[in-house]
């Protein structure tokens, strides 16, 4: 049966366009309920339990399933994820208001119902001739859609009575909008808000504490009192901006002061691109990483970012009084080319809200339900939980959503959704980091799994389409022992005109991984593959990363060639590029750097065996590297407006000062006008008399370094790599781990006609989205990586004790000096004030730069002993604490 709507649409031009749209309705989908002779079995993918082994409900003692509606699925879908909940019905009407409405509840709905062991079944509602409703006159497109649903549930009920009238199946409308669910009842369907269903599920008690709270009221506090004024309605904020009252920007709260924040204004203006918050009220229930609109202050009012720390130790939550005496504090003395563009916020537009780790402190009233949750984050504020597991959850690591914040409540509310388990177990914390970071590491799914090639798997006539057979050439790969997926391998050759013959392989991922497929997404959303101490999270699976992509020895694989024609000097005289099949050799490194391998987690830069194997890794850098300018040469030429390529921004000079004093205190000179130039000085700074000075200057000068980043060429004019020295740059030569690499794969595909392109290739908004997303990613994943090395070294010296070791101070502050320690790689701070001891007296010289404490005088790079030890005063921020031994 066909449907058709048609409508009048103004074109751009100013002509008028005649739309006609198709809708097809039809008698063959499926109910989703096994043996129903009705619909003869017409459904695919997961189905309904036949009788519904679901826990007993007080209220619904016969067998039945559930049916939600929209923002039962958008609020509750901690409920929902439950193991508990099964044998739910998920409405095409629902399932697409919740796509439009959050991309990440869409996700985890899309994977619930992929999950077979849940049984939920998605129903095309909009498309069965007997469930699909016209909107009707004077009807909004919410009412029409409350409709909708309430027309699928009458239905469902009335069809599984042909099943069998003694299974008496029921189907129950979950809804937590009150008209809607009186409707329900006045038609005879049964229904009850999402509230009254879980607690009539007394064999789960736990799952009360999942319920997301969403009614302010309930929770007000006892005294009524309101802190924070009332936030704008987004058309006033939107109309606001517009006029430029307000500015819009990102909410970036400080990790030292819960009483300050930083607003990062959206746009190219450079003038008050950093307003500052100050104050619990001007701060309004703002959270990390949220959209906000801020009302600009007079300059009369601005102030200077605070150098005092201040975390929030949970006062009393009635006494913002207290709050005020604390702000008091930020308030000090400072010269007016210190202060900063200052304001308030005045409306949220966006709330960027995620899951937090962190831990229970539990109220200190017995038999309590409410308690404050303390997020491992310090950026983020205590939430409010209501749980009837507190003493159960003590002392370990739980994650908890926020649900609002009312305007008078100190805490914003929320609710407990998983508990992690022991603070300070391995799996816990790096469960923790992960979760923390924003690191997808869920195991792959079966719609991604699908796309994997059949095994046993080998190379066809048809793989061998526009591809080179170098079965015939000597390659080989040089890695690390024990390491599975390996990106690329070499081959040289001496040519018959005496010239040389230099080709990079790389494994050819983009073969495998086809544009726009469910593995394509998965790997573009998680950008990279992550290291850990002892962990590997891959950016595709594990057959592709470990198996069918890695260029493992003696075994057939399909390459991706860059060869190039070089004379005695390595001049390139001619480049080519080719897909490829390969037959790859593997070098094993010998002993010594295979012990190595196993001291690398002590980073330990002074051990000999470091410079035997960095000649063999250096022969093969350089050619990755070279491969990488060449690969960028090619897809430039070709895609002069959507190449992805890779930058490294200049330092400004200024970053550099701390370097050239440094280096000037031990009579040497560094120069930082080029890249170039720095690297020849760096290479000419040595001191027999001191052979690790050089190490330590080449940390320092890394420090001084800007992050590099990804970008489409078509949205920037500044392609060049200073790290590099290179005028253009891409990365091409590890795409088992890096989703930028495919994404180059695939241009110079296309670029030399070896693969055809797509519509999102040659899109530079939609590349720019993409390098956005890998630039995060790869920001993530090293904060996760360096986390998870301060957790193992935690542990390391959990069981060590207190230890004594030789350490170099890398800076020295005001009141504290950094040492690096060589033999565990660790750099930590050493404070000369002491909580309840007499101050020392301390002179910070910046010039030289030093610190005299009493009448000790400390520089960079002077050697010293400090004492290492583990703090566990705090459980969830444990820390190594550094205190000096000599000099006294």
Same mark, same amino acid.
């Not at 924003?438 to 066809?460: E, G, N």
């Not at 399909?558 to 099949?581: D, G």
């Not at 595909?749 to 999102?760: L, M, R, S, W």
């Given at each position: 049966?066909?449907?058709?709507?048609?409508?009048?649409?103004?074109?751009?031009?100013?002509?008028?366009?005649?739309?006609?749209?198709?809708?097809?309705?039809?008698?063959?989908?499926?109910?989703?309920?096994?043996?129903?002779?009705?619909?003869?079995?017409?459904?695919?993918?997961?189905?309904?339990?036949?009788?519904?082994?679901?826990?007993?409900?007080?209220?619904?003692?016969?067998?039945?399933?559930?049916?939600?509606?929209?923002?039962?699925?958008?609020?509750?879908?901690?409920?929902?994820?439950?193991?508990?909940?099964?044998?739910?019905?998920?409405?095409?009407?629902?399932?697409?208001?919740?796509?439009?409405?959050?991309?990440?509840?869409?996700?985890?709905?899309?994977?619930?119902?992929?999950?077979?062991?849940?049984?939920?079944?998605?129903?095309?509602?909009?498309?069965?001739?007997?469930?699909?409703?016209?909107?009707?006159?004077?009807?909004?497109?919410?009412?029409?859609?409350?409709?909708?649903?309430?027309?699928?549930?009458?239905?469902?009920?009335?069809?599984?009575?042909?099943?069998?009238?003694?299974?008496?199946?029921?189907?129950?409308?979950?809804?937590?909008?009150?008209?809607?669910?009186?409707?329900?009842?006045?038609?005879?369907?049964?229904?009850?808000?999402?509230?009254?269903?879980?607690?009539?599920?007394?064999?789960?008690?736990?799952?009360?504490?999942?319920?997301?709270?969403?009614?302010?009221?309930?929770?007000?506090?006892?005294?009524?009192?309101?802190?924070?004024?009332?936030?704008?309605?987004?058309?006033?904020? !939107?109309?606001?901006?517009?006029?430029?009252?307000?500015?819009?920007?990102?909410?970036?709260?400080?990790?030292?002061?819960?009483?300050?924040?930083?607003?990062?204004?959206?746009?190219?203006?450079?003038?008050?691109?950093?307003?500052?918050?100050?104050?619990?009220?001007?701060?309004?229930?703002?959270?990390?990483?949220?959209?906000?609109?801020?009302?600009?202050?007079?300059?009369?009012?601005?102030?200077?970012?605070?150098?005092?720390?201040?975390?929030?130790?949970?006062?009393?939550?009635?006494?913002?009084?207290?709050?005020?005496?604390?702000?008091?504090?930020?308030?000090?003395?400072?010269?007016?080319?210190?202060?900063?563009?200052?304001?308030?916020?005045?409306?949220?537009?966006?709330?960027?809200?995620?899951?937090?780790?962190?831990?229970?402190?539990?109220?200190?009233?017995?038999?309590?339900?409410?308690?404050?949750?303390?997020?491992?984050?310090?950026?983020?504020?205590?939430?409010?939980?209501?749980?009837?597991?507190?003493?159960?959850?003590?002392?370990?690591?739980?994650?908890?959503? %926020?649900?609002?914040?009312?305007?008078?409540?100190?805490?914003?509310?929320?609710?407990?959704?998983?508990?992690?388990?022991?603070?300070?177990?391995?799996?816990?914390?790096?469960?923790?980091?992960?979760?923390?970071?924003?690191?997808?590491? !869920?195991?792959?799914?079966?719609?991604?799994?699908?796309?994997?090639?059949?095994?046993?798997?080998?190379?066809?006539?048809?793989?061998?389409?526009?591809?080179?057979?170098?079965?015939?050439?000597?390659?080989?790969?040089?890695?690390?022992?024990?390491?599975?997926?390996?990106?690329?391998?070499?081959?040289?050759?001496?040519?018959?005109?005496?010239?040389?013959?230099?080709?990079?392989?790389?494994?050819?991922?983009?073969?495998?991984?086809?544009?726009?497929?469910?593995?394509?997404?998965?790997?573009?959303?998680?950008?990279?593959?992550?290291?850990?101490?002892?962990?590997?999270?891959?950016?595709?699976?594990?057959?592709?990363?470990?198996?069918?992509?890695?260029?493992?020895?003696?075994?057939?694989?399909?390459?991706?060639?860059?060869?190039?024609?070089?004379?005695?000097?390595?001049?390139?005289?001619?480049?080519?590029?080719?897909?490829?099949?390969?037959?790859?050799?593997?070098?094993?490194?010998?002993?010594?750097?295979?012990?190595?391998?196993?001291?690398?987690?002590?980073?330990?830069?002074?051990?000999?065996?470091?410079?035997?194997?960095?000649?063999?890794?250096?022969?093969?850098?350089?050619?990755?590297?070279?491969?990488?300018?060449?690969?960028?040469?090619?897809?430039?030429?070709?895609?002069?407006?959507?190449?992805?390529?890779?930058?490294?921004?200049?330092?400004?000079?200024?970053?550099?000062?701390?370097?050239?004093?440094?280096?000037?205190?031990?009579?040497?000179?560094?120069?930082?006008?080029?890249?170039?130039?720095?690297?020849?000085?760096?290479?000419?700074?040595?001191?027999?008399?001191?052979?690790?000075?050089?190490?330590?200057?080449?940390?320092?000068?890394?420090?001084?370094?800007?992050?590099?980043?990804?970008?489409?060429?078509?949205?920037?004019?500044?392609?060049?790599?200073?790290?590099?020295?290179?005028?253009?740059?891409?990365?091409?030569?590890?795409?088992?781990?890096?989703?930028?690499?495919?994404?180059?794969?695939?241009?110079?595909?296309?670029?030399?006609?070896?693969?055809?392109?797509?519509?999102?290739?040659?899109?530079?908004?939609?590349?720019?989205?993409?390098?956005?997303?890998?630039?995060?990613?790869?920001?993530?994943?090293?904060?996760?990586?360096?986390?998870?090395?301060?957790?193992?070294?935690?542990?390391?010296?959990?069981?060590?004790?207190?230890?004594?070791?030789?350490?170099?101070?890398?800076?020295?502050?005001?009141?504290?000096?950094?040492?690096?320690?060589?033999?565990?790689?660790?750099?930590?701070?050493?404070?000369?004030?002491?909580?309840?001891?007499?101050?020392?007296?301390?002179?910070?010289?910046?010039?030289?730069?030093?610190?005299?404490?009493?009448?000790?005088?400390?520089?960079?790079?002077?050697?010293?002993?400090?004492?290492?030890?583990?703090?566990?005063?705090?459980?969830?921020?444990?820390? %190594?604490?550094?205190?000096?031994?000599?000099?006294?």
């Amino acid at each position: 049966m066909l449907k058709s709507r048609t409508f009048l649409k103004k074109t751009r031009a100013g002509g008028v366009m005649k739309i006609v749209r198709e809708h097809y309705l039809r008698d063959d989908i499926g109910c989703g309920a096994p043996g129903c002779a009705a619909c003869g079995g017409a459904h695919e993918g997961p189905a309904l339990e036949p009788q519904p082994q679901d826990p007993a409900s007080s209220l619904c003692p016969r067998p039945h399933y559930l049916l939600p509606d929209t923002n039962v699925l958008l609020h509750q879908i901690d409920v929902l994820e439950d193991p508990a909940i099964r044998n739910v019905i998920v409405l095409q009407t629902v399932l697409q208001e919740v796509r439009n409405r959050s991309a990440p509840v869409y996700k985890r709905i899309r994977d619930v119902t992929n999950n077979r062991e849940k049984h939920f079944y998605t129903f095309t509602n909009e498309h069965h001739r007997e469930t699909y409703v016209e909107q009707e006159q004077g009807e909004n497109a919410n009412d029409r859609n409350d409709r909708a649903i309430r027309v699928a549930a009458k239905w469902y009920n009335e069809h599984l009575k042909n099943i069998s009238a003694e299974n008496q199946l029921q189907v129950i409308f979950i809804t937590n909008d009150r008209k809607n669910k009186e409707k329900a009842v006045e038609e005879g369907i049964p229904a009850f808000t999402c509230e009254e269903y879980v607690k009539s599920l007394t064999a789960n008690p736990e799952l009360i504490d999942r319920l997301a709270c969403l009614s302010d009221e309930r929770n007000e506090i006892e005294s009524g009192k309101v802190i924070f004024s009332e936030h704008l309605p987004l058309s006033k904020l !939107q109309q606001g901006i517009k006029s430029g009252t307000y500015l819009q920007g990102t909410f970036r709260a400080s990790r030292e002061n819960y009483l300050e924040a930083t607003v990062w204004i959206h746009g190219d203006t450079e003038e008050n691109k950093e307003i500052i918050i100050q104050g619990l009220k001007h701060l309004n229930r703002a959270v990390h990483e949220d959209i906000v609109a801020v009302e600009l202050f007079p300059k009369s009012q601005w102030v200077a970012p605070s150098s005092v720390v201040l975390h929030d130790e949970g006062l009393n939550e009635d006494d913002v009084e207290k709050e005020e005496e604390r702000e008091q504090m930020l308030k000090t003395a400072v010269s007016e080319k210190m202060l900063k563009p200052t304001g308030r916020v005045v409306g949220i537009i966006k709330r960027n809200w995620r899951p937090y780790c962190g831990m229970l402190s539990k109220s200190g009233i017995k038999e309590s339900r409410r308690h404050l949750f303390t997020p491992a984050d310090k950026r983020i504020p205590r939430i409010r939980i209501e749980t009837r597991q507190a003493s159960t959850l003590e002392g370990r690591r739980i994650i908890v959503a %926020i649900d609002g914040w009312p305007r008078n409540s100190r805490y914003p509310n929320g609710h407990f959704v998983k508990n992690l388990g022991d603070v300070g177990e391995k799996e816990t914390e790096t469960e923790v980091l992960l979760l923390e970071h924003d690191v997808p590491h !869920q195991p792959f799914s079966q719609a991604v799994l699908s796309f994997l090639p059949k095994m046993p798997w080998s190379i066809t006539e048809k793989d061998m389409k526009n591809r080179e057979d170098l079965r015939h050439l000597c390659v080989c790969s040089v890695d690390p022992p024990g390491c599975t997926d390996i990106d690329d391998a070499l081959h040289c050759r001496e040519l018959e005109n005496g010239n040389l013959e230099v080709g990079v392989h790389i494994a050819d991922v983009s073969h495998f991984i086809r544009p726009g497929n469910a593995l394509d997404q998965e790997s573009a959303r998680r950008g990279t593959t992550v290291y850990l101490c002892e962990k590997r999270i891959d950016m595709v699976p594990e057959l592709l990363s470990s198996n069918l992509c890695s260029l493992r020895s003696n075994v057939d694989r399909l390459a991706f060639s860059c060869i190039w024609e070089m004379n005695r000097n390595a001049e390139i005289l001619k480049t080519r590029f080719t897909k490829s099949v390969i037959n790859s050799k593997a070098l094993t490194l010998s002993s010594p750097e295979v012990r190595f391998h196993m001291d690398s987690e002590t980073h330990d830069p002074i051990d000999l065996q470091t410079k035997e194997l960095r000649e063999t890794n250096s022969m093969v850098e350089e050619f990755m590297l070279l491969a990488n300018i060449s690969v960028a040469k090619r897809i430039h030429e070709e895609f002069s407006e959507h190449a992805l390529l890779r930058k490294h921004p200049a330092p400004p000079p200024s970053n550099y000062e701390i370097l050239v004093k440094a280096a000037k205190s031990k009579n040497l000179e560094i120069k930082t006008d080029t890249a170039k130039s720095l690297a020849d000085s760096l290479d000419r700074a040595e001191s027999p008399a001191f052979p690790y000075l050089n190490t330590l200057l080449r940390i320092l000068t890394t420090r001084c370094m800007m992050q590099a980043v990804y970008f489409c060429s078509g949205m920037d004019n500044d392609f060049h790599h200073y790290g590099l020295a290179s005028p253009i740059y891409t990365h091409f030569t590890s795409p088992i781990r890096r989703y930028a690499d495919i994404i180059v794969h695939r241009l110079l595909a296309v670029a030399i006609g070896a693969d055809c392109t797509y519509p999102e290739l040659t899109d530079k908004h939609k590349l720019a989205d993409i390098c956005k997303n890998l630039n995060f990613r790869h920001k993530m994943a090293q904060y996760a990586q360096r986390a998870s090395v301060a957790f193992h070294t935690q542990l390391f010296f959990k069981s060590k004790g207190i230890v004594s070791e030789e350490a170099y101070i890398l800076f020295v502050r005001k009141n504290a000096i950094v040492v690096l320690i060589p033999k565990y790689g660790l750099e930590g701070t050493v404070f000369f004030e002491e909580k309840d001891k007499p101050k020392p007296g301390l002179t910070y010289d910046d010039e030289i730069p030093s610190l005299k404490v009493e009448d000790t005088v400390f520089h960079i790079f002077d050697k010293v002993k400090v004492k290492i030890m583990l703090d566990s005063s705090n459980l969830q921020h444990q820390k %190594i604490r550094m205190s000096l031994v000599e000099p006294q």
